[in-house]
């Protein structure tokens, strides 16, 4: 090994790019993301919304965390958006699209979006309050190992969030027997 | 030469890991190329031995033997009208099967051909591979949708509610084999590629035979749901010729239709290395283990050179056979260069097998052990591309609801078992 490599391995992985990566996928989320309210054709909205939670997900993999972008694209990109995709293509997109919109949101919408843009300001003036004052400096590798003692403890042991969790997973068992439930008549 | 194209040579980690980007770029390069040749190999052998399995002769014009169909097929292809209907989506309608492919090729950034013979190796490599093998459906979707037809679309629903529910069956089988990586002093396991194949090394066994039946009966769960997933037969519902035409891609026509047999081919290869990797051993050979003298190191880094000759024979054995008929004469001599390559290409082989023994420290060594890795990796791969045709000759479709059942009501119990039981064993034994 010559000291070109050495000193590339023990700098861990000097990141390539980074300003630039992080502009691109940042402003392909935010187009895609307008993209998403401003076309008329629903499934056209869905496939924007599929580029945004791709680009979010480049951004989870550049802040060190790759099980929450695996995790991103797994239950997003790849289950949630595929089954907006089956239920949108069952509907009449010609008609739906030419028809006026009879509900009256926006206001709400606007009050919405004032609030998130508002938390998002004050958590970018007090941010030196709020967060660490640098990255926490994981290795990569034990990234998904953190989660799971996080999750599950380590041996023995409750983790942290041991409670949440299985709270978590009651909860989506309820609302999985509720669909099944609802649209089932006869079991 | 540049610091930066030698200084990876003597590593032993992945371009990805050493941080070089104008190696990483070759092997991206050499896996594009090497998935182009495969399925361009496929799709002959595929109509070879279909034809074979049926007793017909399969493609004998084009070429001795029609070695050349592929090629032909291909400028066909790329010369045919591109018809988009008039009333389809043009714009989804393009990108379509460019979403098949782009998933298909992406996944091959984490497949791991040997222990540094891969771009990168990621920390989360085989839910990155799982993750964005599940995209791929996407592809077939919106095709299905935007060709504005009946049969697409039947053909796209079917295809999305088949591959959701087999996605379960193989998430779960997937896990229970990432529960017997995490089988050593630690108690950690992995998730990363590389990871599951050295923790089979580190165990000395590979989990198709760990906790007899259970790595048995995860790993026929996953090859069950992985032709689904593919969709081929004897789950190919979303292309039933005989109730839906063609189905998804009934719209399409020249090269868009051949990028989505491109992207058909490239995820059967890509499903077909999760399986070796996470139940055959990966790139190990037979017995790494039990068998490590050197002198058994280098009977199996001949092995290579051995089946180039075999391939080399059989091409010689054509020559022989043909017909002595001068209208053959053409083809006669193209058959007899061509198994002349590959007998020149085993000679090669070989001769690096044996300077790799000799000098140990060189860099002979180490890329005689790479091909080593790469052969064995190929030939477990490969076993699996013939079992798709095999398959797809042997058994009829099923039909809509049967699919459904298997899929729900027995794979997913026998999956949630094994995972269990899995569990349970597990924390037994350590």
């Known amino acids: 090994m010559n000291p070109a490599m050495n000193s590339a391995l023990n700098s861990g992985m000097a990141p390539v790019a980074t300003p630039f990566f992080f502009y691109l996928l940042a402003g392909l989320a935010v187009a895609s993301g307008l ?17 945004t939670l791709l680009a979010v997900t480049g951004l989870y993999l550049m802040l060190y965390a790759p099980f929450v972008a695996a995790v991103q694209i797994f239950v997003y990109a790849g289950g949630i958006m595929l ?3 089956f239920v949108i293509m ?4 010609e008609r739906s699209s030419k028809e006026r919109q009879f509900n009256r949101m926006w206001p709400v919408g606007l009050a919405a979006a004032c609030a998130l843009l508002a938390l998002f300001v004050s958590a970018f003036a007090k941010g030196k309050a709020l967060f660490p004052d640098r990255m926490m400096s994981l290795p990569e590798s034990s990234n998904t190992q953190q989660i799971a003692t996080m999750l599950y403890g380590e041996a023995g042991k409750m983790g942290q969030y041991t409670f949440a969790f299985e709270i978590a997973s009651l909860l989506l068992l309820v609302a999985i027997l509720g669909a099944v439930i609802m649209t089932k008549k006869k079991i | 030469m540049p610091n930066f194209i030698m200084s990876y040579l003597g590593s032993r980690v992945t371009p990805g890991e050493a941080g070089n980007q104008f190696w990483a770029l070759m092997y991206v390069l050499i896996i594009f190329a090497g998935v182009s040749v495969a399925v361009i190999a496929m799709n002959w052998i595929e109509r070879k031995a279909l034809a074979h399995f049926q007793v017909r002769l399969g493609p004998m014009r084009v070429g001795p033997h ?3 169909q592929p090629f032909a097929d291909a400028l066909k292809l790329m010369l045919k009208e591109d018809i988009i209907p008039a009333e389809a ?15 298909a090729f992406t996944v091959y950034t984490v497949i791991p051909f040997g222990p540094s013979q891969a771009v990168s190796d990621m920390n989360i490599g085989i839910l990155f591979m799982l993750g964005v093998s599940s995209l791929g459906v996407l592809g077939i979707v919106v095709a299905g949708w935007a060709s504005n037809s009946h049969y697409p679309l039947i053909g796209a629903l079917r295809s999305s509610a088949q ?9 779960l089988a997937v896990v229970s084999a990432i529960l017997m990586t995490s089988m050593n002093e630690k108690g950690t396991g992995t998730l990363s590629m590389i990871g599951i194949v050295q923790a089979q090394q580190q165990q000395g066994v590979w989990f198709i035979f760990k906790f007899f039946p259970l790595g048995l009966l995860a790993f026929v769960i996953f090859a069950i749901a992985m032709i689904a997933e593919t969709n081929r037969a004897p789950f190919d519902l979303a292309e039933a010729e005989s109730e839906l035409t063609a189905g998804y891609h009934t719209e399409y026509s020249g090269l868009r239709w051949s990028l989505f047999m491109l992207a058909e081919y490239a995820a059967m290869i890509a499903v077909s290395s999760i399986a070796v990797t996470l139940w055959l051993g990966g790139w190990m050979r037979p017995f790494p283990n039990l068998l490590k003298a050197p002198a058994w190191e280098f009977i199996f880094s001949l092995f290579p050179g051995f089946t180039f000759f075999g391939l080399a024979a059989i091409a010689f054995l054509g020559v022989a056979r043909m017909p002595a008929h001068s209208f053959f004469k053409i083809q006669r001599i193209g058959l007899a260069v061509f198994a002349a390559l590959l007998g020149f290409f085993a000679l090669l082989l070989l001769v690096i097998a044996v300077a790799g023994r000799s000098a140990d420290t060189s860099l002979a060594a180490r890329f005689n052990e790479g091909i080593d890795y790469v052969y064995w990796f ?10 798709f045709i095999w398959y797809r000759a042997t058994w009829p479709r099923y039909r809509f609801d ?29």
């Open chain 2, 378 to 387: 190929v030939l477990k791969v490969a076993v699996f591309m013939y079992l």
């Open chain 1, 35 to 51: 993209a998403v309210i401003t076309r008329r054709n629903a499934v056209h909205s869905a496939l924007a919304l599929i580029v």
């Open chain 1, 90 to 93: 069952l509907v009449n997109i």
């Open chain 2, 402 to 430: 049967q699919l459904m059942k298997i899929g729900w009501k027995v794979m997913l119990p026998i999956s949630l078992g094994v995972l269990m039981v899995t569990a349970i064993v597990g924390v037994i034994v350590s």
């Open chain 1, 83 to 85: 089954l907006f995709l």
């Open chain 2, 66 to 68: 029609g070695l050349l």
């Open chain 2, 89 to 103: 989506d043009q714009f989804v309608f393009w990108v379509a099967p460019l979403i098949g492919l782009l998933t």
């Open chain 2, 163 to 171: 591959m959701v529910s087999y996605e379960v069956a193989m998430g």
